[in-house]
């Protein structure tokens, strides 16, 4: 369980981090094209190049983070289908031995039961017998 939580934090941590690069990169871009010495026109063309460049680059991350996310929901699913078949595996093994164990056991507290009962009925006749020979 530690190492799913360390598994997901890593990627909380890898999503920061590509966020912070990414608009890092960008404000850098935008800055590095705002004082540079060219046209305002030249300008414009290479901020609207560079915009397209990290707009392509955010895109492939966020694929990359989607793919990242479907892979972790579908190795989720088939470790949860696991484990619910495995847990109907233990029920059914343990069904089965209370089932052969009540088998075994109810015939035989049958039987006590009846000798419980049968040594009870004479215990009250010999208490009878004993009485009726000290009256």
Do not use: H
Request: net charge positive.
């Amino acid at each position: 369980m530690n190492e799913e939580k360390k598994e997901n934090d890593g990627k909380n941590y890898f999503l920061g981090v590509l966020i912070s690069l990414l608009t890092g990169m960008f404000i850098g871009t935008a800055i590095g094209i705002l004082f540079a010495p060219k046209a305002g026109k030249e300008t414009r063309k290479d901020i609207r190049e560079k915009s397209e460049e990290l707009v392509e680059k955010s895109k492939k991350g966020v694929d990359s983070v989607v793919g990242q996310t479907k892979e972790f929901v579908e190795k989720s699913k088939s470790k949860f289908t696991e484990m619910k078949e495995r847990g109907e595996e233990v029920w059914e093994k343990g069904k089965d031995k209370v089932e052969k164990v009540a088998k075994v056991i109810i015939p035989k507290i049958e039987k006590t039961r009846e000798k419980v009962e049968e040594a009870v009925k004479k215990g009250k006749e010999k208490a009878k017998k004993t009485e009726g020979s000290l009256s």
